[in-house]
């Protein structure tokens, strides 16, 4: 991704809706991960902003919704359809409208498909889109979006029990503060009951291994076949 935001100023834009910001997103995202697909035709961007991975919020969204969204950002010239194909396709240009290097349109994109996150966080959900060094980068590249004037980031209170900060973008207006703390320790509760209930599966799984061996074993033993666990 070739940084080109230098030589153009960053001008003022208007927030951007969830979905305006989401049709942003996918279209950054699908140009660096499946660039033999983008410019997007609008049934492809569509399902990219019904995508269920990857996705904080989850949406669904019709045809007619992300028409609606193409053409306020066109008139933000934050996209703009291209003109070498019949069927509709369409592309982002963030980079320029923004005024921003190749580095911060990557962590944007993230913090517009997935919400809020981490530095750390950031730089496992871009590596398809920019391969940063080591958090410290990402803070950095962080550190100047949120130095703008308007900003374009603002790092989230620390969530009790966790180490770092979270970090949410500001492109669909201000957000509060103290709200999206809340949410993210609301959201925090899943992880660690997903994950009791991965432990309380594999120890299922391991105990029942455990019987087909006994079995197998036994079988074995019966048929006055050696059994040696190291052969395939």
């Given at each position: 991704?070739?940084?080109?935001?230098?030589?153009?100023?960053?001008?003022?834009?208007?927030?951007?809706?969830?979905?305006?910001?989401?049709?942003?997103?996918?279209?950054?995202?699908?140009?660096?991960?499946?660039?033999?697909?983008?410019?997007?035709?609008?049934?492809?961007?569509?399902?990219?902003?019904?995508?269920?991975?990857?996705?904080?919020?989850?949406?669904?969204?019709?045809?007619?919704?992300?028409?609606?969204?193409?053409?306020?950002?066109?008139?933000?010239?934050?996209?703009?359809?291209?003109?070498?194909?019949?069927?509709?396709?369409?592309?982002?240009?963030?980079?320029?409208?923004?005024?921003?290097?190749?580095?911060?349109?990557?962590?944007?994109?993230?913090?517009?498909?997935?919400?809020?996150?981490?530095?750390?966080?950031?730089?496992?959900?871009?590596?398809?889109?920019?391969?940063?060094?080591?958090?410290?980068?990402?803070?950095?590249?962080?550190?100047?979006?949120?130095?703008?004037?308007?900003?374009?980031?603002?790092?989230?209170?620390?969530?009790?029990?966790?180490?770092?900060?979270?970090?949410?973008?500001?492109?669909?207006?201000?957000?509060?503060?103290?709200?999206?703390?809340?949410?993210?320790?609301?959201d925090d509760a899943?992880?660690?009951?997903?994950?009791?209930?991965?432990?309380?599966?594999?120890?299922?799984?391991?105990?029942?291994?455990?019987?087909?061996?006994?079995?197998?074993?036994?079988?074995a033993r019966e048929?006055?076949?050696?059994?040696?666990?190291?052969?395939?």
């Amino acid at each position: 991704m070739n940084s080109t935001a230098d030589t153009f100023s960053p001008r003022a834009i208007r927030p951007l809706t969830p979905l305006e910001g989401r049709v942003v997103g996918v279209l950054v995202e699908k140009q660096l991960t499946v660039p033999d697909t983008y410019p997007l035709s609008l049934n492809a961007l569509t399902a990219g902003c019904n995508q269920k991975t990857a996705r904080s919020p989850v949406m669904n969204v019709t045809e007619s919704d992300v028409i609606d969204a193409i053409d306020g950002l066109k008139r933000l010239s934050l996209v703009f359809e291209g003109s070498s194909s019949r069927v509709p396709r369409f592309e982002h240009n963030a980079g320029r409208v923004l005024g921003v290097p190749s580095q911060a349109v990557a962590l944007l994109t993230a913090l517009l498909l997935r919400g809020p996150q981490t530095a750390a966080e950031l730089r496992t959900a871009t590596t398809r889109l920019h391969g940063f060094a080591d958090v410290s980068s990402v803070e950095s590249f962080l550190d100047e979006l949120a130095e703008r004037d308007p900003p374009y980031v603002v790092k989230l209170p620390r969530v009790p029990g966790e180490r770092e900060s979270r970090w949410v973008h500001l492109l669909c207006g201000e957000v509060d503060v103290e709200q999206m703390r809340e949410r993210a320790v609301s959201d925090d509760a899943t992880p660690f009951a997903e994950i009791d209930a991965l432990k309380a599966g594999q120890k299922q799984l391991s105990a029942k291994v455990d019987r087909l061996e006994a079995l197998v074993e036994r079988m074995a033993r019966e048929l006055g076949i050696s059994v040696d666990p190291g052969e395939e």
